[in-house]
């Protein structure tokens, strides 16, 4: 779905060109989660940009859902399977119910009148929002306003859906919905990139990418990253609660069959 090999963008600031992404090798199955993780200013928006052809690299090869995209066209074909999720609930919305908001994007594509219909009931029954199809936007939560920009990506048919931060601004339940909802959808065969700075997000996730002054300084499965790893340390991150939980009793000479990421993991061992 995605290969990008010796990915390196430039973005000029002032008078100075800076580097953002250097020498980025990554590649992403299709119908698999990566979640991409790092600082503030570490690249991860820039990179997720030039996975829909919104920034182009200065040099390496990227092809995204079958588009190489160092040829033009296919920059702005790429942007029919590529939708983007952003952070703020609020700045996503231009319709006045869900079913306009969701109908409106199909609109913009052309889409006819039936075929409209019907993409946007599936849209909010795959997002749980039928019983609010025709709620004023406003009187949704910031989660179920989340829930309703996954929605109108989803009408668009994507074959890969990006989350950049999607639940900085939730509530602990809002983001476990959300967290489980595009899990849903990754199950059905949706490619996901989850980009997040959440502990606890990462050591859901099978696989986590880190970037860090626009490198790509590990890549693979939490647990490595959370117990062998400098990362976390190094990049001033809590633990997850479970982690903090598995390094004490290790310190202790607890003899842990598996080392706990998660709340179960550690209910388990314990
Ligand atoms: N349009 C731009 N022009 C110039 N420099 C930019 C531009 N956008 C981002 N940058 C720079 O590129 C670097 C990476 O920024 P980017 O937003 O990709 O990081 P990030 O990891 O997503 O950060 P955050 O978590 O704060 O959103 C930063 O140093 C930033 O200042």
């Known amino acids: 779905m995605i290969e990008a090999r010796q990915l390196a963008l430039s973005l000029r600031e002032g008078a100075e060109e800076r580097k953002v992404l250097r020498g980025i090798d990554l590649e992403v199955e299709q119908g698999s989660w990566l979640a991409l993780t790092g600082p503030n200013g570490s690249g991860k928006s820039s990179l997720i940009r030039t996975f829909n052809g919104l920034l182009s690299p200065a040099s390496g090869s990227l092809a995204v859902a079958g588009l190489d995209l160092s040829v033009p066209a296919h920059r702005t074909a790429v942007r029919r399977s590529v939708q983007i999720v952003f952070q703020n609930p609020e700045a996503q919305t231009v319709g006045s119910t869900p079913a306009e ?27 749980g929002l039928v019983s609010k199809a025709e709620a004023p936007v406003e009187s949704l939560s910031g989660g179920e306003r989340q829930r309703l920009a996954v929605a109108c990506c989803l009408a668009l048919e994507p074959e890969l859906l990006i989350l950049d931060e999607p639940t900085a601004m939730l509530d602990p339940a809002g983001r476990r919905e959300l967290f489980m909802l595009v899990r849903r959808l990754r199950d059905d065969g949706l490619t996901v990139v989850w980009v997040t700075q959440r502990p606890e997000e990462l050591a859901a996730s099978a696989r986590v990418a880190v970037l860090k002054d626009g490198l790509l300084v590990y890549d693979g499965a939490p647990r490595p990253l959370f117990y062998d790893s400098p990362w976390p340390d190094t990049l001033g991150w809590e633990p997850p609660l479970a982690v903090a939980a598995g390094r004490v009793l290790l310190a202790q000479g607890w003899p842990l069959a598996e080392l706990p990421l998660t709340e179960a993991d550690l209910e388990a061992v314990l």
């Open 101 to 127: 908001d969701v109908a409106f994007g199909l609109e913009n594509r052309g889409i006819p009148g039936a075929e409209l219909h019907r993409r946007t009931e599936l849209a909010l029954a795959r997002t």
